[in-house]
Every structure is written in structure tokens, then in C-alpha cells.
């Protein structure tokens, strides 16, 4: 089994930067990739970011390519979503994925197998 814990999640300012963190525990050592996905209001959820754990290569969504930038720390088991000149739009529920396997697309829920429980990021104007 392997745990996901996500923080940072808050109420901001349109134009503000903000850092989620996602500490994992567990079975971490056999872990493939980390990602992040969120889920707007009324929205599916969709992919954000992943990156693989051994090799660090990231994938973002097209859309939000250069605003956000996925990192992690392998000593602390941690991965980390860097997200600047935040739009009212980036409202959302943000979860933290870990996969053990590269069996499906990294852009898909079905390839990963351990979720956070969400944490709140509310953006006004």
C-alpha cells in the first residue's frame, strides 16, 4: 500500500503563485510516476502534471505548460506543484497520483493506483 498525503491548498489572489506538496508513504520504492490531477466544479477531472520518479522527465497539459512546473524529492518522498500567475479558472480540487507501473498513459487516471484525498485551490479576482 502507499499513502499520498497533499498540502499547501488555499485561497488566492488572481496572479498569485502557490505550491502544493504531496508526501507519500508506504511502499514508495516502487513507485513508477507521480502526478497531479485537479477537478473544477461541474468538471471531470483532468490531467496536470506527471513526472517519472526514477528517470525525473515531467509531462504537463498543453494549457498549462509554462505556468506550472511538477518537482520532487526523493529523500523526502515528496512531489511538488509549482503554480504561478493563477487564473480564476485553476479553481479546483487538486489530487496527488502515484503509479506503479507504466501500463497506460501517464495523462490517464487509469495508470495510476493511489490517490490523495484533494486539497482546496480557490483563486479570486
Known amino acids: 500500500q502507499l499513502q499520498l498525503v497533499e498540502s499547501g491548498g488555499r485561497l488566492v489572489q488572481a496572479g498569485d503563485s502557490l505550491r502544493l506538496s504531496c508526501v507519500a508513504s508506504?511502499?514508495?520504492?516502487?513507485?513508477?510516476?507521480r502526478g497531479w490531477f485537479r477537478q473544477a466544479p461541474g468538471k471531470e477531472r483532468e490531467f496536470v502534471a506527471a513526472?517519472?520518479?526514477?528517470?525525473?522527465?515531467?509531462y504537463y497539459t498543453n494549457s498549462l505548460k509554462g505556468r506550472f512546473v511538477i518537482s520532487r524529492d526523493k529523500v523526502k518522498n515528496a512531489v511538488y506543484l509549482q503554480m504561478n500567475s493563477l487564473k480564476r479558472e485553476d479553481t479546483a480540487v487538486y489530487y496527488c497520483?502515484?503509479?506503479?507501473?507504466?501500463?497506460?498513459?501517464?495523462?490517464?487516471?487509469?495508470?495510476?493506483?493511489?490517490w490523495g484525498q484533494g486539497t482546496q485551490v480557490s483563486v479570486s479576482s
Open positions: 513526472i517519472m520518479w526514477s528517470s525525473g522527465n515531467t
Open positions: 497520483a502515484a503509479a506503479l507501473s507504466g501500463a497506460y498513459s501517464h495523462t490517464s487516471e487509469r495508470m495510476y493506483e493511489y
Open positions: 508506504g511502499r514508495v520504492s516502487s513507485t513508477y510516476a
